[in-house]
């Protein structure tokens, strides 16, 4: 059996890498190994749970205000034990995150090949998004297997001179765990999201965490969304805020106590998922929320000046509109007054997969280790 070990470390992975996880685990050409290094604690074990993996190796290098310098050092230390006791045919990482470069530089240092999962997304700004940037890009330097989610991604590779026959375009696994996820019949486990009238109700969903936006950035996004809410009486915004102590402050100080603003804790994805199918409207910086909500048919205001992902923004499902206070509001009404452009941008384009990502990463992972004569046929994105 070929060995294949995940590396992972925060909720985001987990999420993305799980139906491969599950995927391997169906195929009995694999030995499938799962390593965490925990980067995040709590929230990565909310998906572990989900999912039901339990990992053979877990890191737990989590620690109170840590650094990158923190999660880099530990990681690379951890994953050297747990890569000398394994020896694993490859490694696959997903993403951007510094366990994502970490996995990948540990092997390379052990002269183990690496599988980039969600490979080939750039801005072209190694400072935006920070650490994410770098982190694909030098991932991208030592990769031996590309899974590009889409053609834009594997035209970003192709630029950077990676051999045409080492890129796979398979669409993106996080479709694969939504459509695994997502049902109408769901019930919030949390009483207050149980208690909103979604029907009536314009629901606006909120999330920001980006190191780039703490500060004034974030402060400028509430501002805007304070005024909203006073002039939109049949808004209300749902905001899980992040447990960063840096943007609990910011969000408290502008938010906390307003009549139809919810501040919530952070919320499993099992949860978060079915919430954002139930909006109307979201407002984030994450990158994964960009991939996730056009596939349920959500209009999107990205609280970011580049990305990674510009699929749907040429959809026209995304909206980039940055921090400042002014366009946040400007772009927020719009959607809220105008119809034509909220059924503009909430057509259901999906431009990152259908489901089959997982499926197409296992079968090239078995034409690469010649077990299948099978051609490889790549994800297509929907027009």
Known sequence: MIK????????????KMAPVILELARRPEFQSIVAVTAQHREMLD????????????DLDI?????????ITTKALKGLDGVLTEVRPDIVLVHGDTTTTFVGALASFYHQIAVGHVEAGLRTRNKYSPFPEEMNRRLTGSIADLNFAPTST????LLREGVDRSKIFVTGNTVIDALHQTVRAEFVFGDELLKTIDYERKKIILVTTHRRENL??????????????????????????????????????????GLERVHLIDPLDYEPFANLMSRAEIILTDSGGVQEEAPALGK??????????????????????IGTDRARVYEETRRLLIDRAEYDRMSAAINPYGDGRAARRIVRALLRHYR????????FKTSS
């Open 4 to 15: 294949v070990m995940t590396v992972f470390g925060t909720r985001p992975e987990a999420i």
């Open 46 to 57: 909310q998906v572990l749970r989900l999912f039901d993996i339990k990992p053979d190796f």
């Open 62 to 70: 989590m620690s109170a205000d840590q650094t990158l310098f923190d």
């Open 153 to 156: 991604a594997r035209d970003n």
């Open 215 to 256: 500060g004034e950035p974030m402060r400028h996004v509430y501002e805007a969304l304070k005024q909203i809410v006073e002039e939109f009486p049949t808004v209300e915004i749902i905001f899980p805020v992040h447990k960063n102590p840096k943007v609990r402050s910011i969000v408290d100080a502008v938010l906390g």
């Open 299 to 320: 209009p999107v205001l990205v609280l970011r000046d580049t990305t990674e992902r510009p699929e749907a923004v040429d959809a026209g499902t995304v909206k980039l």
């Open 371 to 378: 077990l299948t004569d099978e051609p490889f046929t790549e």
